[in-house]
């Protein structure tokens, strides 16, 4: 069984990837990766040089690396990951995420037409529903949600699901496609809330929180979201769409907080800043079918899966601090200087 694993140098990516090694021993590995900001080789040097891994830099957008890639490999099933994944990059510059997003998925899908794959799987999101109200508890996500998107990467995401489901009907194409909350653990880039919380905290420098810090999400530990994709790829069915959510939703200004206690630091350093543009409130997803149909439920409760996490960041501080003493930089100073 080979798998082509997109953007597998990434966060949610290169967790997969691990979990993947490990649960089939059976499996070889091919990932094809970008190499943007977002990704990082160095998370993958342990397992470089093994015989089941292997790592190939291309863009998804590259129709002849991506046709040479597969015309090597014969690959049975792809899974992608690949995208450009922050919300707020996506407000500064929306055309790099149309671009990887959409497009990049577009030439992913037909060269598994073209090479006859069994199984191509979207690594989709929560966001493409839009958002829910504060003051609803009782309203969810599930599959059958409109799509309602906010924000480009979000629009992004949407068209590309749009397009797989499309890909699905008019040609046959065997695709599934996920819907994850947001995902936590090890690895991630500290663009986003948590590891920018973490690594800001541990440099005792500001912790922006947009707005109040009353916007809500549905958080997951990055290995059960892995599990689902792996269940999924085994026993989902073709042309369908898996939400995957553990009911663990959590105020921003909440997580924050909780971060400082872990680390021992003090509120003060929270500091409110302007909001984001179009900032959704609250997500949910309902994870009824993926449950009921696959038997998934997530194993990591969040009270350890944030000590786990936050532990993490303090054993592997060479993995962060270069990224955030680099390029970075600039990105933080454009980002959160003067907001
Ligand atoms: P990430 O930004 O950490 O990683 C993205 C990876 O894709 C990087 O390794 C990058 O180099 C690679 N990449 C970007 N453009 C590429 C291109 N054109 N060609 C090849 N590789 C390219 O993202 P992540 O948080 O790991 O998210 C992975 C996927 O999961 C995305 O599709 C995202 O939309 C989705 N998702 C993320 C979350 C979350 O909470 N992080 C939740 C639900 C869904
Ligand atoms: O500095 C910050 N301050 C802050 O208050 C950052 C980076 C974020 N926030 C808020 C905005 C959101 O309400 O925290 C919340 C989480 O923000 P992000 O980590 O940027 O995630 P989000 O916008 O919810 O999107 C994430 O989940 C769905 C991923 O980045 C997406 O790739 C995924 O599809």
Same mark, same amino acid.
């Given at each position: 069984?080979?798998?082509?694993?997109?953007?597998?140098?990434?966060?949610?990516?290169?967790?997969?990837?691990?979990?993947?090694?490990?649960?089939?021993?059976?499996?070889?590995?091919?990932?094809?990766?970008?190499?943007?900001?977002?990704?990082?080789?160095?998370?993958?040097?342990?397992?470089?040089?093994?015989?089941?891994?292997?790592?190939?830099?291309?863009?998804?957008?590259?129709?002849?690396?991506?046709?040479?890639?597969?015309?090597?490999?014969?690959?049975?099933?792809?899974?992608?990951?690949?995208?450009?994944?922050?919300?707020?990059?996506?407000?500064?510059?929306?055309?790099?995420?149309?671009?990887?997003?959409?497009?990049?998925?577009?030439?992913?899908?037909?060269?598994?037409?073209?090479?006859?794959?069994?199984?191509?799987?979207?690594?989709?999101?929560?966001?493409?529903?839009?958002?829910?109200? =504060?003051?609803? @508890?009782?309203? $969810?996500? !599930?599959?059958? %949600?409109?799509?309602?998107?906010?924000?480009?990467?979000? /629009?992004?995401?949407?068209?590309?699901?749009?397009?797989?489901?499309?890909?699905?009907?008019?040609?046959?194409?065997?695709?599934?496609?996920?819907?994850?909350?947001?995902?936590?653990?090890?690895?991630?880039?500290?663009?986003?809330?948590?590891?920018?919380?973490?690594?800001?905290?541990?440099?005792?420098?500001?912790?922006?929180?947009?707005?109040?810090?009353?916007?809500?999400?549905?958080?997951?530990?990055?290995?059960?979201?892995?599990?689902?994709?792996?269940?999924?790829?085994?026993?989902?069915?073709?042309?369908?769409?898996?939400?995957?959510?553990?009911?663990?939703?959590?105020?921003?200004?909440?997580?924050?907080?909780?971060?400082?206690?872990? =680390?021992?630091? @003090?509120?003060? $350093?929270? !500091?409110?800043? %302007?909001?984001?543009?179009?900032?959704?409130?609250?997500? /949910?997803?309902?994870?009824?079918?993926?449950?009921?149909?696959?038997?998934?439920?997530?194993?990591?409760?969040?009270?350890?899966?944030?000590?786990?996490?936050?532990?993490?960041?303090?054993?592997?501080?060479?993995?962060?601090?270069?990224?955030?003493?680099?390029?970075?930089?600039?990105?933080?100073?454009?980002?959160?200087?003067?907001?």
């Amino acid at each position: 069984m080979t798998i082509i694993v997109t953007g597998g140098a990434g966060f949610i990516g290169s967790n997969f990837i691990f979990y993947m090694l490990k649960a089939h021993l059976d499996y070889r590995i091919v990932c094809l990766d970008k190499l943007t900001y977002a990704g990082n080789l160095s998370t993958l040097a342990p397992i470089m040089g093994k015989a089941d891994f292997r790592f190939v830099r291309a863009d998804i957008c590259d129709r002849e690396a991506v046709d040479g890639l597969f015309a090597e490999e014969k690959p049975d099933i792809v899974v992608n990951f690949a995208a450009e994944s922050h919300v707020d990059r996506s407000i500064e510059d929306p055309g790099i995420f149309l671009q990887t997003n959409i497009l990049g998925t577009q030439v992913l899908m037909d060269t598994c037409r073209k090479y006859g794959v069994k199984r191509f799987h979207q690594v989709s999101t929560d966001e493409v529903y839009g958002d829910l109200p =504060l003051d609803r @508890p009782d309203m $969810l996500f !599930t599959e059958e %949600t409109p799509i309602h998107t906010s924000s480009p990467y979000s /629009a992004s995401k949407a068209g590309a699901d749009l397009l797989v489901m499309a890909y699905h009907r008019t040609y046959g194409l065997p695709a599934t496609i996920s819907r994850c909350s947001n995902n936590y653990g090890p690895y991630q880039f500290p663009e986003k809330l948590i590891p920018l919380m973490i690594a800001n905290a541990l440099n005792d420098k500001p912790l922006p929180v947009y707005g109040e810090g009353l916007n809500v999400r549905d958080w997951l530990y990055v290995e059960d979201h892995c599990r689902a994709i792996d269940l999924i790829l085994r026993s989902g069915k073709v042309g369908e769409i898996y939400n995957i959510g553990g009911h663990n939703e959590m105020r921003n200004i909440d997580i924050v907080r909780l971060i400082c206690k872990e =680390l021992g630091k @003090p509120e003060s $350093l929270i !500091t409110h800043v %302007t909001d984001r543009k179009g900032h959704d409130m609250r997500y /949910a997803i309902d994870p009824t079918k993926i449950h009921t149909e696959l038997g998934w439920l997530p194993e990591m409760r969040f009270e350890d899966g944030i000590k786990k996490t936050i532990r993490w960041y303090l054993d592997n501080r060479p993995w962060w601090e270069k990224i955030v003493t680099g390029e970075y930089q600039n990105y933080y100073r454009k980002m959160y200087g003067g907001r």
